[in-house]
T-cell receptor
Framework: QKEVEQNSGPLSVPEGAIASLNCTYS??????FFWYRQYSGKSPELIMF????GDKEDGRFTAQLNKASQYVSLLIRDSQPSDSATYLC??????????FGTGTSLTVIP | DAGVTQSPTHLIKTRGQQVTLRCSPK?????VSWYQQALGQGPQFIFQ???????QRGNFPDRFSGHQFPNYSSELNVNALLLGDSALYLC???????????FGPGTRLLVL
């Protein structure tokens, strides 16, 4: 059973701060890693993906991957109230089947 | 550029009934995956369709079946509905072997 673990939160940060979301996975063969944002009552929205060890930046978002530690994280800089949502980590093993975590609820306090 | 669309948006059924959910992929995409998302949980993979065939299947019973049409749209059928089938059903599309998937708005199913 491939597992993806996330802290369910809720995680609260003040507006303008850095929010750090973490995810661990059990399958060492996992190859691709995705972060989705899901607003309450809506469907998941792709934020970014990362394949290689290290950091990948896209605007205010930075994904970090450490395959040796089986760990992937998402940093949100200059957090805004509109970032308040549930963040889902997803992992694939190259077979197009996504394994999702249960998500971390983030609240950005104005 | 049309995104992923799903219908209906909401559905109420009773136990034992059958339901069909529909999905049209994003323009240019040819692969459709279906997910079930229970309240407070992450999406769970049901199956994926490519070239009108089921390419991969998750840990769901045979009551869950699907189909893909030549225009790449897809249907999810669930027979003999159980109360536990109540969930948000999500369709995601992608192109060929690419892993990046984009989700539709979902169909919220309530089984009474």
């Amino acid at each position: 059973q491939k597992e993806v673990e996330q802290n369910s939160g809720p995680l609260s940060v003040p507006e303008g701060a850095i929010a750090s979301l973490n995810c661990t996975y059990s399958d060492r063969g996992s190859q691709s890693f995705f972060w989705y944002r899901q607003y309450s009552g809506k469907s998941p929205e792709l934020i970014m993906f990362i394949y290689s060890n290290g950091d990948k930046e896209d605007g205010r978002f930075t994904a970090q991957l450490n395959k040796a530690s089986q760990y992937v994280s998402l940093l949100i800089r200059d957090s805004q109230p509109s970032d308040s949502a549930t963040y889902l980590c997803a992992v694939t093993g190259g077979g197009n089947q996504f394994y999702f975590g249960t998500g971390t609820s983030l609240t950005v306090i104005p | 550029d049309a995104g992923v669309t799903q219908s209906p948006t909401h559905l109420i059924k009773t136990r034992g009934q059958q339901v069909t959910l529909r999905c049209s992929p994003k323009s240019g995409h040819d692969t459709v995956s279906w997910y079930q998302q229970a309240l407070g949980q992450g999406p769970q993979f049901i199956f994926q369709y490519y070239e009108e065939e089921e390419r991969q299947r998750g840990n769901f019973p045979d009551r869950f079946s699907g189909h893909q049409f030549p225009n790449y749209s897809s249907e999810l059928n669930v027979n003999a509905l159980l109360l536990g089938d109540s969930a948000l059903y999500l369709c995601a599309s992608s192109y060929g072997g690419q892993e990046t998937q984009y989700f539709g708005p979902g169909t919220r199913l309530l089984v009474l």
